[in-house]
């Protein structure tokens, strides 16, 4: 099976544009979760989508956002970029996104914002 | 913030020795994981271990875990160059909308010299 594919892998933008990430997850795969990686503060859960729904969320502001297609593909865009949104963007994927189940992470999308 | 904090923070060793890093979490948890991420990549699932169990092992890798202390370790056993990498532990947990999520510790970067 081809694993997590995430486009593109760079980025740059500058402050107050926005930005779409786009994500594949593994076929058969419902789940799909978002993290924003940066040395500052570590791995951040974003949110995770489940059949086009979201399921969960993290702490992060309105500016960011998501969604899910019915073939399981996933989306994250960030309105309004500032310059802390500069980071290596990471999803990952999962069958059913249950606790005891490997999620399975893209190779990520790294954003620079100037 | 982060449900796992990993210690320590950078470990370097000789390559053949053996590589211990531990993991601290807050709340009670159902599953650890650990993982492993090269550099700038995505992570890689090396293990799960559940609450109910105290060790594991997958090759050279042994995970203990000791849900008295709220801790885990993570063992390497005649380290590799190719172990060369940031490892991560993650600890399940319930988000303010009541779905599991993973949280992700703050990562020991592993370095073995040839």
């Known amino acids: 099976k081809a694993g997590v594919t995430q486009t593109p892998r760079y980025l740059i933008k500058t402050r107050g544009q926005q930005v779409t990430l786009s994500c594949s997850p593994i076929?058969?795969?419902?789940?799909v979760s978002w993290y924003q990686q940066t040395p500052g503060q570590g791995l951040q859960f974003l949110f995770e989508?489940?059949?086009?729904?979201?399921?969960n969320k993290g702490n992060f502001p309105g500016r960011f956002s998501g969604r899910q297609f019915s073939n399981s593909r996933s989306e994250m865009n960030v309105s309004t970029l500032e310059l802390g949104d500069s980071a290596l963007y990471l999803c990952?994927?999962?069958?059913?996104?249950?606790?005891?189940?490997?999620?399975?992470f893209g190779p990520g999308t790294r954003l620079l914002v100037l | 913030s982060q449900q796992g904090e990993e210690d320590p923070q950078a470990l370097s060793i000789q390559e053949g020795e053996n590589a211990t890093m531990n993991c601290s979490y807050k709340?009670?948890?159902?599953?650890l994981q650990w993982y492993r991420q090269n550099s700038g990549r995505g992570l890689v699932h090396l293990i799960l271990?559940?609450?109910?169990?105290r060790e594991k092992h997958s090759g050279r890798l042994r995970v203990t875990l000791d849900t008295s202390k709220k801790s885990s370790s993570l063992l390497i056993t005649a380290s590799r160059a190719a172990d060369t990498a940031s490892y991560f532990c993650?600890?399940?947990?319930?988000?303010?909308?009541?779905?599991?999520?993973?949280?992700f510790g703050t990562g020991t970067r592993l370095t073995i010299i040839p």
């Open positions: 709340t009670s948890i159902n599953n």
């Open positions: 989508y489940f059949s086009e729904t979201q399921r």
């Open positions: 993650a600890t399940d947990s319930i988000s303010n909308f009541g779905n599991e999520k993973l949280t």
């Open positions: 990952a994927s999962s069958l059913a996104g249950r606790r005891k189940e490997t999620q399975y």
């Open positions: 076929s058969g795969h419902r789940s």
């Open positions: 271990i559940r609450s109910n169990e």
